[in-house]
């Protein structure tokens, strides 16, 4: 599968990963910033952005996704950043193929097993009627009626694209396979091996996802792992707190 990306800079290579819903241009600050001093790979993993869609949607098909990109693009060895859904493909990867990540970098995310969040999304997206959709005021009209939260809403409809032919509305990810594989995503992380390379995991103080008490849990997988909470952010690391996050990975 060829994965969509942007590449930015020279030097040695990273490579970051987005989340549940989200595409690599939720990650171009960090990356043009990180570009200074690297080659920096953003990337849309499959049924998300404009990477291919795929009936498979699971953990192990989206580490082979991101070995084989690496291979395609003569990388051998990277720093992986991955958040959320990115940060599990990370460490999936990670403990798959260890000789191919210098070091790994996991965004507010552990390798355990997740209770569901996102049914309101879902519910949200499911409903909403593209073939009536003039503009993106109306879906952004139709999804507060399900959606509280305005950074939410702006969030999801960066999916929406219009279709050249037709002129309709549609969503960029594979939304009917994220929906039915979504367990998929919730599940934990499964390996008989461990990394041993330098491992940082960081997290929101204001998230549920993932807390100082975990750090145990992490080092089973990651022997090496050290945590680190930026506090005043949410599960939106990076963007809520983007120089912190900034020189915590720099």
Same mark, same amino acid.
């Given at each position: @599968?060829? =994965?969509?990306?942007?590449?930015?800079?020279?030097?040695?290579?990273?490579?970051?990963?987005? /989340?549940?819903? /989200?595409?690599?241009?939720?990650?171009?600050?960090?990356? $043009?910033?990180?570009?200074?001093? *690297?080659?920096?790979?953003?990337?849309?993993?499959?049924? *998300?952005?404009?990477?291919?869609?795929?009936?498979?949607?699971?953990?192990?098909? @989206?580490?082979?996704?991101?070995?084989?990109?690496?291979?395609?693009?003569?990388?051998?060895?990277?720093? &992986?950043?991955?958040?959320?859904?990115?940060? %599990?493909?990370?460490?999936?990867?990670?403990?798959?193929?260890?000789?191919?990540?210098?070091?790994?970098?996991?965004?507010?995310?552990?390798?355990? !097993?997740?209770?569901? /969040? *996102?049914?309101?999304?879902?519910?949200?997206?499911?409903?909403?009627?593209?073939?009536?959709?003039?503009?993106? !005021?109306?879906?952004?009209?139709?999804?507060?009626?399900?959606?509280?939260?305005?950074?939410? $809403?702006?969030?999801? #409809? %960066?999916? #929406?694209? $219009?279709?050249?032919?037709?002129?309709?509305?549609?969503? %960029?990810?594979? =939304?009917?396979?994220?929906?039915?594989?979504?367990?998929?995503?919730?599940?934990? &992380?499964?390996?008989?091996?461990?990394?041993?390379?330098?491992?940082?995991?960081?997290?929101?103080?204001?998230?549920?996802? =993932?807390?100082?008490?975990?750090?145990?849990? =992490?080092? %089973?997988?990651?022997?090496?792992?050290?945590?680190?909470?930026?506090?005043?952010?949410?599960?939106?690391? *990076?963007?809520?707190?983007?120089?912190?996050?900034?020189?915590?990975?720099?």
């Amino acid at each position: @599968m060829e =994965l969509n990306y942007k590449q930015f800079g020279q030097g040695s290579p990273i490579i970051i990963l987005h /989340g549940l819903f /989200g595409t690599l241009d939720n990650w171009q600050t960090i990356a $043009r910033r990180l570009s200074e001093n *690297h080659t920096v790979f953003i990337i849309d993993q499959r049924n *998300h952005g404009r990477s291919p869609h795929h009936a498979e949607f699971n953990y192990e098909v @989206m580490a082979e996704d991101l070995r084989d990109f690496m291979q395609a693009q003569w990388v051998y060895e990277a720093t &992986i950043i991955g958040h959320s859904m990115g940060g %599990k493909t990370a460490m999936q990867f990670a403990l798959n193929y260890g000789e191919m990540v210098e070091k790994l970098i996991v965004v507010d995310i552990g390798p355990q !097993k997740y209770k569901g /969040g *996102h049914q309101t999304i879902f519910e949200a997206l499911l409903a909403l009627d593209l073939p009536k959709i003039k503009n993106r !005021k109306d879906a952004e009209n139709e999804l507060a009626t399900r959606i509280e939260s305005l950074p939410v $809403r702006q969030f999801l #409809l %960066k999916n #929406l694209t $219009r279709n050249k032919e037709s002129g309709q509305y549609q969503w %960029k990810m594979n =939304l009917p396979v994220i929906y039915e594989n979504y367990e998929q995503i919730l599940e934990a &992380i499964e390996s008989d091996y461990t990394y041993d390379g330098e491992t940082l995991f960081i997290n929101g103080g204001k998230s549920d996802y =993932l807390s100082p008490k975990d750090l145990p849990n =992490l080092q %089973k997988f990651f022997p090496q792992a050290t945590l680190t909470t930026i506090p005043q952010a949410g599960h939106w690391v *990076h963007a809520e707190a983007p120089d912190e996050f900034f020189e915590l990975i720099k």
